[in-house]
């Protein structure tokens, strides 16, 4: 929206230019009316949970631009004063980079393609400002905070740092206006043919090395498990557990890599088939329950674990063997923790939550 004038240019201030622009906000307002009111509802309801310290944590700084987020063709130097700051690498490439300002000078400098490059520069440069969420700071005054408190939904934001998407997006684009550019040049200032398919060539060469200067390392994929038709305790839960039950696998992992929430999404798949209300998920957004939920089982087994899980109304907890010690196992059995079913195929334990 900040850059969107570039783009439109003189036709801001034409009447005929008003007349489609409300109809197609028209149309997208009836599009999204529901998700947006659903959305504002629940904020209102249940507040963002993540402290700004989180936020902090999930926002860029400008030497994040300096390092891709794959091996580069042409890296540059990486600060090194301190390594936290640099976890997000989010530079799209030194060349692409070089070749953006090039394209962003001669696109306004032509005619034809000035509102394009400017609104690409200036959508640039906005993405960049706004990924760095609250460390954009000027003397008191901050950009994510005052977006916060008055653009509706702009507080449940929490990677700031994907704000750089736009970035990257911007950059691509204004590189590929350099490279026409040169195109150009050769077309119009070489007479030789011959020389002109050298040159031709050099920049085309230089292009195909644009788009593999930070090229992508080969996806892993994830076998999934067996359906849940085939699982012993799936069929339990199936049976056993009322639908109004809720069930947690412990432990709830803490860490959220792709890895360590790879037993989490097993558990998510099974759940197409048992349909039961379970603590365990991933989401962008937790409400303030969540979080206290997570913050009861960190002592895990004690009376204020049990406290949690009664409040989240969660009756019964399974586990991955052998991921108890027989100390745990008494200690859940004082604390009134029955087992009540056990799955060895998998090694899957589940155990009823002690009422009051």
Known sequence: LGAAPWLFGRRLW?????????????????????????????????????????ISKLSARPANYLRAPWRAWLPLPRPADDPERYSWPLSPGTIKMGLAIVGLCWGTWSRRRRRVALFLGVMAVMAFLLSMGPHLRI??????????????????????????????????????????????????????????WVAASVVLAAGVLVVFEVWPAPARLYHLPEPGPEVKWVRWVQDHVQAQEAIVFLPISETRTATALLPTGEKMFHQMWHRRPMANGYSAFQPKEV???????RTFPSSEAVAGLRAAGIKYCAFKQPSQSAAERDAMRSLGFVPVFQDPDVGVEFWRVPEK
């Open 14 to 54: 034409q009447s005929r230019f008003w007349a489609p622009a409300a109809l197609a906000v028209c149309t997208a307002g009836l599009l999204v009316a529901p998700v947006v009111t659903t959305q504002l509802r629940v904020s209102k309801e249940r507040p963002s949970a993540y402290p700004m310290e989180w």
């Open 139 to 196: 003397g008191q005054w901050s950009l994510y905070h005052l977006l916060s408190d008055y653009y509706p939904g702009f507080s449940h934001v929490r990677n700031m740092f994907r704000f750089a998407f736009f970035f990257q997006w911007s950059v691509a684009l204004l590189a590929a206006f350099a490279i026409q550019a040169m195109l150009l040049v050769i077309t119009r200032r070489i007479s030789s043919r011959s020389m002109r």
């Open 291 to 297: 979080v206290q939920l997570r913050i009861a089982l």
